[in-house]
Protein backbone atom coordinates (compact mmCIF):
# COMPACT_ATOMS: atom_id res chain seq x y z
CA UNK A 1 0.00 0.00 0.00
CA UNK A 2 1.06 3.09 -1.00
CA UNK A 3 0.56 6.85 0.74
CA UNK A 4 0.40 10.75 -0.48
CA UNK A 5 0.65 13.42 1.80
CA UNK A 6 -1.58 16.41 0.67
CA UNK A 7 1.15 19.41 1.76
CA UNK A 8 -1.53 22.68 0.17
CA UNK A 9 -4.05 23.77 3.08
CA UNK A 10 -7.68 22.41 1.40
CA UNK A 11 -11.04 22.93 3.74
CA UNK A 12 -11.91 19.57 5.15
CA UNK A 13 -15.62 20.02 4.00
CA UNK A 14 -14.58 21.60 0.54
CA UNK A 15 -12.60 18.33 0.46
CA UNK A 16 -14.81 16.13 1.25
CA UNK A 17 -17.69 17.19 -0.48
CA UNK A 18 -15.41 17.29 -3.73
CA UNK A 19 -14.85 13.92 -3.33
CA UNK A 20 -18.24 12.59 -2.59
CA UNK A 21 -19.47 14.00 -6.44
CA UNK A 22 -16.96 11.18 -7.82
CA UNK A 23 -17.22 8.67 -5.17
CA UNK A 24 -19.24 6.70 -2.56
CA UNK A 25 -18.16 7.88 1.08
CA UNK A 26 -18.01 5.62 4.29
CA UNK A 27 -16.50 7.55 7.41
CA UNK A 28 -15.16 6.14 10.64
CA UNK A 29 -15.25 7.98 13.37
CA UNK A 30 -12.50 7.42 16.07
CA UNK A 31 -10.81 8.38 19.44
CA UNK A 32 -7.82 7.62 20.80
CA UNK A 33 -8.65 3.94 21.97
CA UNK A 34 -10.33 3.31 18.85
CA UNK A 35 -7.52 4.75 16.37
CA UNK A 36 -5.68 2.00 15.59
CA UNK A 37 -8.76 -0.37 15.20
CA UNK A 38 -10.64 2.13 12.52
CA UNK A 39 -7.63 2.94 10.53
CA UNK A 40 -7.16 -1.37 10.48
CA UNK A 41 -11.23 -1.69 8.90
CA UNK A 42 -9.91 1.06 6.05
CA UNK A 43 -7.21 -0.44 5.12
CA UNK A 44 -8.96 -3.70 4.79
CA UNK A 45 -11.75 -2.02 3.22
CA UNK A 46 -9.46 -1.00 0.88
CA UNK A 47 -7.83 -3.74 -0.06
CA UNK A 48 -11.10 -5.72 -0.28
CA UNK A 49 -12.10 -3.35 -3.29
CA UNK A 50 -9.48 -4.76 -6.49
CA UNK A 51 -7.98 -0.98 -6.20
CA UNK A 52 -11.25 0.87 -7.19
CA UNK A 53 -11.32 2.96 -3.55
CA UNK A 54 -8.97 4.92 -1.95
CA UNK A 55 -8.70 6.08 2.07
CA UNK A 56 -8.45 9.40 3.45
CA UNK A 57 -6.82 11.12 6.90
CA UNK A 58 -7.00 14.69 7.44
CA UNK A 59 -5.61 17.09 10.23
CA UNK A 60 -8.04 17.89 13.26
CA UNK A 61 -10.66 15.38 12.15
CA UNK A 62 -10.85 12.29 13.89
CA UNK A 63 -11.85 9.87 10.91
CA UNK A 64 -10.51 7.72 8.27
CA UNK A 65 -12.53 7.98 5.16
CA UNK A 66 -13.22 5.58 2.46
CA UNK A 67 -14.22 6.32 -1.48
CA UNK A 68 -15.21 3.87 -3.60
CA UNK A 69 -15.69 3.82 -7.24
CA UNK A 70 -16.70 1.26 -9.61
CA UNK A 71 -13.60 2.13 -11.38
CA UNK A 72 -9.93 2.17 -10.55
CA UNK A 73 -8.65 5.09 -8.45
CA UNK A 74 -5.07 6.53 -9.19
CA UNK A 75 -3.58 9.77 -7.35
CA UNK A 76 -3.37 11.45 -10.40
CA UNK A 77 -7.26 11.66 -10.68
CA UNK A 78 -7.54 12.55 -7.24
CA UNK A 79 -5.18 15.18 -7.23
CA UNK A 80 -6.86 16.71 -10.24
CA UNK A 81 -10.64 16.41 -8.42
CA UNK A 82 -9.62 18.58 -5.47
CA UNK A 83 -7.03 21.04 -7.47
CA UNK A 84 -3.88 19.91 -6.20
CA UNK A 85 -0.71 20.23 -8.08
CA UNK A 86 1.47 17.64 -8.23
CA UNK A 87 4.27 19.74 -6.38
CA UNK A 88 2.13 20.52 -3.42
CA UNK A 89 1.99 16.82 -2.74
CA UNK A 90 4.76 13.76 -2.20
CA UNK A 91 4.06 10.12 -2.86
CA UNK A 92 5.33 7.28 -0.59
CA UNK A 93 5.98 3.90 -0.92
CA UNK A 94 4.57 3.46 2.74
CA UNK A 95 0.77 4.44 3.99
CA UNK A 96 2.07 4.73 7.30
CA UNK A 97 3.97 8.26 6.35
CA UNK A 98 1.28 10.26 5.25
CA UNK A 99 -1.10 9.32 8.68
CA UNK A 100 1.89 10.41 10.55
CA UNK A 101 2.59 13.39 8.27
CA UNK A 102 -0.91 14.64 9.52
CA UNK A 103 -0.21 14.16 13.04
CA UNK A 104 2.92 15.71 13.03
CA UNK A 105 1.18 18.75 11.15
CA UNK A 106 3.57 18.15 8.29
CA UNK A 107 0.59 17.48 6.06
CA UNK A 108 -2.83 18.70 5.83
CA UNK A 109 -4.21 14.79 4.54
CA UNK A 110 -3.05 11.53 3.41
CA UNK A 111 -4.72 9.49 1.04
CA UNK A 112 -3.89 5.82 1.20
CA UNK A 113 -3.74 3.70 -1.99
CA UNK A 114 -3.53 -0.30 -2.33
CA UNK A 115 -0.86 -0.78 -5.12
Not at 18 to 26: A, D, F, R
Not at 55 to 84: C, H, Q, R, T
Request: proline share 2%.
Amino acid sequence: MSGLSIKKWVEPYVLLETLKKSYSMTDLTFDGFSKLNQKDVMLNLIKKSDNKSFGLYMKNVNKFYVFSSDNSVNAEDILSKIGVDKDEAELFDDYNIPVNEVDMARAEAGLIFVD
